[in-house]
C-alpha cells in the first residue's frame, strides 16, 4: 500500500492539502500526454481544452491502446492515497482535464469547489496530476492554507469573459498573501479538500498547463443530482449527468446511482 505517514496527513488536515511522495511511472504519464492530445484534437468545438469532462469515457480503441485517463482513476497507489483521506469506500464521480493554452489560458478566480458541488456530507478529495511542467509562469494552481477549515465562504457571480468560472470569492475574505503555489513536474500529484480556497493565475507564457483531475467521493457520501443549481453554476457539462464509479468499498450511503449516465458517455465518446 501506498502510505503517507502520520506527519503527512496532519498537514493536510490542519492545510486541506498535500503533495505525496508519490510520481506516476514515466511511460504512464507519457501515454497521459498522448491522451491529452487526442482528446483535444478529436473533440473539437465539443469542449474547451481548458475543460474537458469525464476524458476516462473516451474510446481509444481506434489508436489500438487502452484509455490511460481510466488507467490511472483506478491505480492502486492513487487509491491507497484517496483512501487515507476519506476512507475505504471510494467513488469516482468525475474525471477532469484542464488543459490551459500558452497566451490565452483564462485566469481561474479564488473560489471553493464546495460551493458547486452537490454531494452530502460535502466530503471529497481532488487528486490534481501534473502532466505538464507546471509553474508560476504557466498558471500554477494556488491554494490559501488551512481556509478549509471556516465552512463555505460567500462566492458573487461574475460575467468576466477572462474567468473560467463564473463564481468567485470577494476579496476582503481572505489574505492573499498566503498563497502557496502549487508547482508540479509531469506525473507528480497534490490532492486537496473540497473546501479549500484556490484559483490559478491566466497562462500568459509560451507553455501550455495541462493536468488530469480526478474527483473522489466517500461513498457514504449521497451525490444527490437534485441539488445542482444550473442557474449559479454554468458549465459546458451537467452535473446531474455525472457517472458515478465505485472504485473501492461498497455504496454504504445506499443511496447513490452508480448506473445513470455510464452509457450516454460512452455513446458520446465513441462517436469523436
Same mark, same amino acid.
Given at each position: ?14 492545510? *486541506? ?13 507519457? #501515454?497521459?500526454? &498522448? =491522451? ?7 473533440? =473539437? ?50 474525471? #477532469? ?16 469547489? =464546495? ?38 465562504? #460567500? ?6 469573459? %477572462? ?35 484556490? *484559483? ?8 501550455? #498547463? ?39 468499498? &461498497? %455504496? ?10 455510464? %452509457? ?9
Amino acid at each position: 500500500m501506498t502510505k503517507m505517514s502520520n506527519e503527512q496527513l496532519a498537514y493536510y488536515k490542519e492545510n *486541506g492539502y498535500i503533495f505525496p511522495d508519490f510520481k506516476l511511472p514515466d511511460d504512464l504519464t507519457h #501515454r497521459l500526454q &498522448s =491522451g491529452i492530445d487526442s482528446a483535444i484534437q478529436r473533440l =473539437g468545438d465539443k469542449f474547451k481544452p481548458e475543460d474537458i469532462p469525464n476524458p476516462h469515457f473516451l474510446d481509444f480503441s481506434s489508436e489500438g491502446v487502452s484509455n490511460p485517463f481510466m488507467e490511472v482513476a483506478s491505480h492502486p497507489g492513487i487509491l491507497d492515497l484517496v483512501e487515507q483521506i476519506i476512507g475505504p469506500d471510494i467513488i469516482l464521480w468525475i474525471a #477532469r482535464v484542464f488543459c490551459k493554452p500558452s497566451i490565452t489560458g483564462r485566469e481561474v478566480p479564488w473560489h471553493q469547489d =464546495g460551493e458547486y458541488w452537490p454531494m452530502r456530507p460535502l466530503e471529497t478529495c481532488t487528486v490534481w496530476i501534473a502532466l505538464d511542467e507546471v509553474t508560476t509562469k504557466n498558471g500554477c494552481m494556488r491554494f490559501i492554507p488551512g481556509s478549509h477549515d471556516a465552512g463555505l465562504y #460567500r462566492h458573487h457571480m461574475s460575467d468576466r469573459k %477572462d474567468l473560467v468560472l463564473n463564481l468567485e470569492l470577494d476579496d476582503d475574505q481572505f489574505d492573499e498573501s498566503k498563497a502557496v503555489n502549487v508547482e508540479l513536474a509531469p506525473g507528480a500529484i497534490s490532492m486537496h479538500h473540497v473546501k479549500i480556497i484556490h *484559483g490559478s493565475h491566466a497562462n500568459t507564457s509560451a507553455s501550455r #498547463r495541462a493536468a488530469l483531475v480526478l474527483r473522489y467521493m466517500p461513498a457514504s457520501s449521497h451525490y444527490d443530482r437534485s441539488l445542482v443549481n444550473h442557474d449559479r453554476f454554468k458549465s459546458p457539462f451537467n452535473l446531474t449527468e455525472q457517472p458515478l464509479m465505485l472504485m473501492r468499498g &461498497s %455504496d454504504v450511503s445506499g443511496k447513490n446511482d452508480l448506473v445513470s449516465n455510464h %452509457d450516454y458517455w460512452k455513446e458520446r465518446y465513441s462517436k469523436v
